[in-house]
């Protein structure tokens, strides 16, 4: 073999080892799976035909799950729902409230009250502006000087807990099911389902704090409304979870069910604003109830109809289609359904069912009191205006002499006190 085959020889073979070691690198990387388009999806996936790009079509459950970070017309809708568990959780902190030892910290600060005034009476709370009250300030009744009232019974706090579970149950399973469901047909229909109990679950779990507190002296009433939409839900749920009901073309269906649960909430409602007229934090807590509906409507409206992404297809595949609007408006929803809990709790721990009972017991007292001096009043003036006549006309009516009358400064005509 000469210089020059010796030296071709080399070179061959130092390719080929080249092409091995990328063989061996290519085989190391992990294949990364590409973005399809609506037309590539299978038959189960197509849901939206508006958004026409960025799918993620059967991939394997490790590769769904890095998605996370990737970007695809997923990304947002799970990042909304993760998102929305940072005041969720720190919605915990606000078991403190109750009577826990010490709050370590939210960031939530919301209005909860109309009065700057921590005075023991109730009609206190009538006047002056309105007051941020950061959730960290608020600790257990005896806790420190501005606590809300000394010397009281804290209400329960496990209708609270019961709506942030429901809360957060909602949210783990939504952000799951965007996250996990173009793994398989089997497992989008299961996830699909999970995520249609979890906002029911929601839905149902957020009218435990506002129907128990408010009607928390009244257990009938609280429990009548309780069981209503536990009923109410529980029906929801079952229909939910028949595969037919979680194919795109009942989304009206699905909508009509969760809404048709929310304005269950309008009968309590419209009761106890009638039972709570005089409340005087009635328009802060219907402001936030109000804002709620708002935000829950709006949603629904945008889950229902697909705008924007309808008005321009394909536009909106990455961001602000109407699913993520829906999150969005459902995030807020909760927000401001949570201020409304803050203040009905506050206000229940500070009136509490003993004062009301003490305050009717304390103002019949009172009102007795009244009565009866009013009636020594009424005699003590016939008695004056008889003394007076005997006097003036000097009419004794006893014709007796009396044996003893009698005599000293402060009677100033002793005969005519006798007669
Ligand atoms: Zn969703």
Known sequence: ???????????????????????????????????????????????????????????????????????????????????????????????????????????????????????????????????????????????NSTSILNNQDSVEHWPFSVFLGGSMFCLLSSSICHLFSCHSHSLN??????????????????????????????????????GGITLMGTFTILTLLSPKLSEGKYRGLRALLFSSMGLFGVVPTIHALIVNWDNPRRNLILSYELAMAFFYLTGTAFYVSRVPERLKPGWFDLAGHSHQIFHVFVVLGALAHYGATIVIVDWRNKVGCMRILANTISCELVEQKKRNSDRIEQHLAKTRAAIWEAIVLKSFKSEEKESFVPRGSVYKNAYAFHQ
């Open 189 to 226: 229909i299961l996830l699909l389902r999970i995520d249609y109990v979890g906002i029911t679950t929601m839905i149902i779990t957020s009218f435990f704090p506002p129907i128990y507190y408010i009607f928390h002296c009244d257990s009938n009433w609280h429990h009548g409304y309780l």
């Open 1 to 143: 073999m000469d210089q020059t085959d010796q030296k071709s020889s080399f070179l061959v073979s130092s390719e080929t080892k080249e092409e091995t070691k990328k063989d061996f690198q290519s085989r190391k990387k992990p294949k990364r799976y590409a973005l399809v388009s609506f037309g590539e999806l299978p038959e189960y996936m197509k849901d939206n035909e508006f958004i026409l790009k960025y799918y993620r079509a059967n991939w394997p459950l490790k590769e769904a799950f890095f998605s996370v970070l990737r970007w695809h017309n997923e990304t947002l809708n799970v990042w909304t729902c993760a998102f929305n568990w940072v005041p969720s959780v720190s919605g915990i902190d606000y078991g403190e409230f109750f009577g826990g030892a010490s709050c370590s910290g939210s960031p939530w600060s919301i209005p909860i009250s109309s009065d700057a005034n921590v005075s023991n009476n109730f009609k206190d709370f009538s006047v002056g502006t309105t007051k941020l009250v950061d959730l960290k300030q608020i600790k257990s009744p005896g806790m």
